[in-house]
């Protein structure tokens, strides 16, 4: 089983930043690409970042320029920062994984609950 949790959600300040965290644990081999989605209200998920575990990122254009995407490959640990938020940032983030399970070595995908981030004056 693995279990991936986000945290860092919350309000923001029109023009401010934010940095959401992302935790993978359990029966972790080993971690491929890891990535960042969001959903905002009335919208489909759309992917905004992601990373593989050679270091490689992509970026939506909704992001390009003012995100950053980065991991700790030891602790299984992804990060978000995002600048210059605007209210068309708001939506729930969700994390997600490809991960390589111990001993069965099985590939899944893990996904986080997500965490609701609100960008409001």
């Known amino acids: 089983q693995v279990q991936v949790e986000e945290s860092g959600g919350g309000l923001a300040q029109p023009g401010g930043s934010l940095r959401l965290s992302c935790v993978a644990s359990?029966?972790?081999?080993?971690?491929?690409?890891m990535g960042w989605h969001r959903q905002a209200p009335g919208k489909e998920r759309e992917l905004v970042a992601l990373?593989?575990?050679?270091?490689?990122?992509y970026y939506s254009d909704s992001v390009k320029g003012r995100s950053t995407i980065s991991r700790d490959n030891a602790n299984h640990t992804l990060y978000l920062q995002v600048n210059s938020l605007s209210p068309e940032d708001t939506a729930v983030y969700y994390c997600?994984?490809?991960?390589?399970?111990?001993?069965?070595?099985?590939?899944?995908?893990?996904w986080g609950q997500g965490t609701l981030v609100t960008v409001s004056s």
């Open positions: 990373i593989t575990s050679g270091g490689s990122t």
């Open positions: 359990g029966s972790i081999f080993s971690i491929n690409a």
């Open positions: 997600y994984t490809e991960v390589i399970e111990t001993q069965t070595y099985r590939y899944l995908e893990a």
